[in-house]
């Protein structure tokens, strides 16, 4: 399908966007790679009436160190965050789990701000940047505001980001070399996740076992208390709810997050 009409803008700079934003609200969306929005756009599900290009606003791709943290700009392509040797080195579960969302064209287009903002649980990213504790760095007119990405998420396809608000910025701690592990099943090569398990240091992010990106609470507070890695795996599909759709039933999801965190942890902890 074709989508409705709508302006155009594609400001020069963050500040433009911003004011942009204050002045239209939610009658506007950003538009980043434009790998989630359009297809949203073509369906009709959304018909905003104003688009603001941020795709080409270079002051939004970087990634840096910054003391115990890696700060990663928000219109940083999958690509970049995929084959950067600071990623690499610091944050080698981030570079992998880019390395799995798509194909080379989604990666050379998608943003890391773009795939956190969209709030899709099947999404890659968000589950994995949950796994590392990252924060979301949220910027409008009325300032910064830093937000953990546990306090991120609301819903499906929804955040705790105000109309007026960009993201900026996506914060992991640098993790150096503790074990992580990316576990994504699919049927086919370059799919989206049926599910997925990020494992980093203890901790467990699952992508696509509810209405938000989760983290499997039980397995990783067992871990914590000793069990072994089999028993904690048993715990990881806990206080979930997964979907149910053509690519699987809810009881088929809950088996699929244990054998794969069983997987994941075991690649993490013992590899
Ligand atoms: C064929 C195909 C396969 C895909 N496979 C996968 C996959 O396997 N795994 C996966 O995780 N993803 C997958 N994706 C999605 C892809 O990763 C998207 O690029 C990503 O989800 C959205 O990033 P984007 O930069 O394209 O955002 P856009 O599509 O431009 O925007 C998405 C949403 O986020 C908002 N937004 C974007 N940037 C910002 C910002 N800086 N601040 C505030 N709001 C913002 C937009 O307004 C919009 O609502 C796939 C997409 C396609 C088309």
């Known amino acids: 399908m074709i989508p409705v009409g709508f302006a155009y803008e594609r400001p020069d700079a963050v500040e433009g ?12 969306t950003v538009l980043a790679g434009g790998h989630s929005l359009l297809p949203v756009m073509k369906l009709r599900l959304g018909t905003p009436e104003l688009i603001i290009d941020i795709g080409r606003l270079s002051e939004l791709s970087y990634v840096r160190v910054e003391g115990d943290e890696v700060a990663i700009g928000a219109g940083t392509r999958h690509h970049a965050v995929e084959t950067s040797d600071v990623v690499a080195a610091e944050v080698p579960l981030l570079a992998a789990v880019a390395r799995t969302v798509g194909d080379p064209q989604v990666r050379h287009r998608g943003t890391l701000g773009g795939s956190l903002a969209h709030a899709d649980p099947a999404s890659d990213l968000p589950a994995a940047v949950l796994a590392l504790g990252g924060t979301v760095v949220l910027r409008s007119l009325r300032g910064d505001r830093y937000v953990p990405i546990t306090a991120f998420y609301t819903g499906v396809f929804s955040s705790v980001r105000e109309p007026d608000e960009l993201v900026v910025e996506v914060r992991v701690p640098r993790t150096g070399g503790a074990g992580w592990a990316y576990e994504k099943f699919t049927r086919r090569a370059n799919d989206w996740a049926i599910v997925g398990v990020a494992v980093v ?5 699952l992508v696509n076992m509810g209405s938000t990106p989760l ?6 507070a067992a871990l914590a208390e000793g069990a072994s890695i089999v028993d904690a795996a048993m715990l990881a599909d806990r206080d979930t709810d997964p979907p149910a759709d053509v690519a699987g039933t809810k009881e088929y999801r809950r088996h699929l ?8 942890l075991t690649t993490a902890i013992v590899a």
């Open 17 to 28: 966007a911003l004011e942009l934003l204050a002045e239209h609200g939610e009658d506007a």
């Open 201 to 205: 240091d203890g901790r467990v992010g």
């Open 215 to 220: 983290r499997a609470s039980a397995t990783e």
């Open 257 to 264: 997050a244990r054998v794969f965190a069983r997987r994941a």
